[in-house]
């Protein structure tokens, strides 16, 4: 069965990869395009375009994996791509417009709408102040009068110069750009605003994916949490962080696999380069940087380029340090986030943990064991913010199925990168920066001497999930399967639960 057909001399001039990723292209347009004739043109009342969008969904999903059943075992990273463009898709068009149904989803499609007027005048849109409801009819006609209400000629929008801590904006404010400069209805622009980010987060990690030798199940899996697919759905900077660490990851992970290799000078730039991208919408991670002192002295072609890297890297991490550190000393910490209540005093808490450091890390201790636990992980893998939570067994699914690829997604490359000594440092980052986030939260948005920490949200553990689970599998498991018929259970799973939650929680409301 063959999906597109070629010409006989081009097919043998074109190699595997030109032709695979010919056909995955044209798939992603074609979905691309379908989802936006349906909500572009619409269709009546009695038609119901998310359900029909779901079940096109579906198809494209079935489709894909009947095609690529026997080459989607060396090439993991396109049946990742698939899957997070196709159930994204479908969350991005298909969840309530007008309403806040991320985390401070207002609050980030404010900013972009800033950045994007440096640009584009013409950009008051405050989704937030529209209804939504699930009635086709009433949703219809409500996006009628918003393209309507926002055709009127406007003043100029207040603008917001792109500062580090906000390039992860850049992708949001481009598409809202592009949308508003060729005169999209604005109902579309504010899909596409959001769609972009996902688009961004599935090439990046495709490329992180496709740099591994073995692991690259595990990252497909972490990546495509059902959490982390909504969030790279939405307005937010969260999948940029994700989607550029786990780049930056995939060539460290990737050197260490290969010891007796030396490491270019393009490799070291665009691994440091990825998380220093990536750490901008969030420099409290910035432990992770530590974890590039794991390469030894002998993956360089001499002395003196060794010296070079950790001076690039400490300067990294400095940098980006700074850029959080530098403000609160200059300004001081101030009274804090006043959305932690009237209690929070940020100047106070610190002379409190400065005072009491044996209180403080007894608090952090207790607070930091239940916010690791594996029971709560519901909250960054099968939770859709405000929209709600994807049925218990479905979170069960996702558990096992990280379980198993942690376990069984390692071979004879990951020998002698798996020493303890790198387990050990790992563990040491991941634990630290859990505690530095906390730690965040406990002055910014906690009240003085709380015994517990309020405003840590389960979501910031996605991005330290795929380093720490890729340290603790091991390669003395060995994974008899035929590597097609693995991939391909691994990624239908996914899809069945990104899909069927998603159903739940949004297509069939409604009506």
């Known amino acids: 069965m063959k999906f597109f057909s070629y010409p006989c001399n081009i097919a043998e001039k074109m190699s595997f990869k030109k032709v695979v990723a010919a056909k995955i292209i044209l798939s992603i347009l074609l979905v691309f395009l379908s989802c936006f004739l349906v909500e572009y043109f619409g269709f009546n009342r009695h038609f119901n375009q998310y359900r029909f969008l779901f079940i096109l969904a579906i198809g494209y999903l079935i489709l894909f994996f009947i095609l690529f059943r026997k080459k989607i075992g060396q090439r993991p990273e396109f049946g990742f791509l698939t899957v997070a463009l196709i159930c994204g898709s479908l969350i991005s068009i298909s969840e309530p417009r007008y309403y806040n149904v991320s985390w401070d989803e207002q609050i980030h499609y404010k900013n972009v709408e800033k950045i994007a007027s440096n640009v584009v005048n013409n950009m008051h849109f405050r989704p937030n102040t529209i209804p939504f409801s699930y009635s086709i009819e009433e949703q219809n006609q409500l996006d009628s009068i918003v393209d309507s209400k926002y055709k009127e000629p406007k003043t ?38 959001r769609w972009i980010n996902l688009l961004v987060y599935g090439l990046i990690v495709f490329f992180a994916i496709r740099k591994f030798k073995s692991g690259k199940m595990i990252m497909s899996v972490v990546a495509l949490l059902p959490t982390a697919i909504f969030l790279a759905a939405n307005y937010n900077y969260d999948s940029w962080l994700t989607a550029f660490t786990l780049l930056g990851l995939a060539y460290l992970f990737s050197e260490l696999q290969l010891p007796d290799k030396k490491i270019t000078g393009r490799e070291i730039c665009i691994m440091i380069g990825a998380f220093v991208f990536g750490l901008g919408p969030k420099a409290i991670y910035f432990p992770l940087l530590f974890l590039l002192f794991l390469l030894k002295p002998r993956k360089f072609i001499s002395p003196k380029r060794y010296k070079i890297f950790i001076l690039a890297v400490s300067l990294s991490i400095i940098f980006v340090v700074s850029t959080f550190l530098v403000p609160l000393i200059s300004k001081g910490p101030g009274k804090g986030d006043h959305r932690g209540g009237e209690a929070v005093n940020s100047t106070e808490q610190i002379k409190f943990i400065l005072k009491e450091p044996v209180a403080y890390a007894k608090i952090l201790g207790n607070f930091m064991i239940s916010y690791i636990n594996p029971k709560n992980a519901g909250g960054y893998t099968t939770f859709f913010a405000y929209v709600g939570s994807f049925k218990n067994y479905l979170f069960i699914i996702i558990l096992i199925i990280l379980a198993v690829v942690t376990l069984t997604d390692k071979n004879e ?39 517990s920490i309020a405003g840590v949200q389960p979501r910031y553990l996605i991005p330290l999930t795929f380093p720490l689970l890729f340290i603790l599998g091991s390669s003395r498991i060995k994974n008899r399967m035929n590597g097609n018929l693995y991939n391909l259970i691994i990624f239908s799973i996914m899809a069945f639960v990104l899909l069927k939650g998603t159903w739940d929680l949004i297509i069939k409301n409604y009506y």
């Open 156 to 193: 100029k929008s207040s603008t917001e110069k792109l500062t580090y801590n906000r390039i992860g904006y850049i992708p949001s404010a481009v598409a809202l750009a592009i949308g508003n400069f060729i005169h999209l209805p604005h109902h579309i622009i504010f899909i596409f605003g």
């Open 413 to 451: 490359y990951d020998e002698k990168s798996e020493s303890w000594k790198n387990r050990l440092w790992v563990i040491a980052v991941y634990l630290a920066t859990v505690a530095l986030i906390c730690t965040a939260l406990y002055v910014s948005f906690t009240p003085v001497k709380s015994p």
